[in-house]
């Protein structure tokens, strides 16, 4: 059974980017520039048939991204976890329009009889996995990079990814693409 997402791929250019911030961090798990994403929809282990059926209901959602390529921009640093930091990130700053097409793809996973998700959508890319990291370490480094991120580009699609059965994720494989229309 394939391991599915939706997600928009970095380009190279700001994965380049953002592999500056790679190190420093005893302990960090860092995720590969070329797994770098935005995931829209973690779909999870499915069988076949369900997995047909979430391309077929994607390729009708290309059109909810519009005409033009979306706009996305990368604006801070931070962290998941709080005390117990999971994960550092690049936060995707909020437009309604990634919100909508993330619930379109909400929508696509309950219609194919997935369970809802229940965390709130922040978007971002994971850049490290913390476990067993060390709060004030994890203090330490973002305050040596508390400065705001100006990176953004244009999505012009979305893929559907498969992942590998693994601790840390990647890599990932992209089964298909939709272009916005």
């Known amino acids: 059974m394939p391991r599915l997402f939706t997600a928009f791929e970095i380009p190279p250019e700001i994965a380049a ?5 790679r190190g420093g961090l005893f302990g960090a798990r860092w995720i590969e ?10 779909f999870g282990d ?10 077929v209901d994607l390729i009708e959602t290309e059109a909810v ?6 706009h996305i921009a990368l604006d801070e640093i931070g962290v998941f976890g709080g005390r117990q930091p999971r994960a550092l990130y690049a936060r995707v700053k909020a437009d309604p329009l990634l919100s909508r097409l993330q619930a379109a ?3 696509i996973a309950r219609r194919n009889g997935l369970a809802p998700e ?3 959508f922040a978007p971002h890319v994971t850049l490290a996995r913390l476990r067993g990291v ?3 370490a994890v203090g330490a480094w973002l305050a040596e990079r508390a400065f705001p991120l100006a990176l ?5 699609r979305f893929a559907l990814y498969s992942s590998r059965d693994s601790v840390g994720g990647g890599p990932y494989r992209v089964e298909a693409d939709y272009p916005f229309a």
């Open 118 to 120: 229940t965390r709130k």
């Open 17 to 21: 980017q953002l592999a500056f911030f």
């Open 152 to 156: 953004s580009f244009e999505a012009g």
């Open 46 to 55: 499915v069988d076949t048939r369900t997995a047909q059926a979430l391309d």
């Open 65 to 70: 991204g519009g005409a033009a390529p979306l």
């Open 33 to 42: 520039p070329a797994d770098y994403h935005i995931t829209l929809r973690f």
């Open 134 to 136: 060390e709060p004030q």
């Open 105 to 107: 793809h909400e929508a």
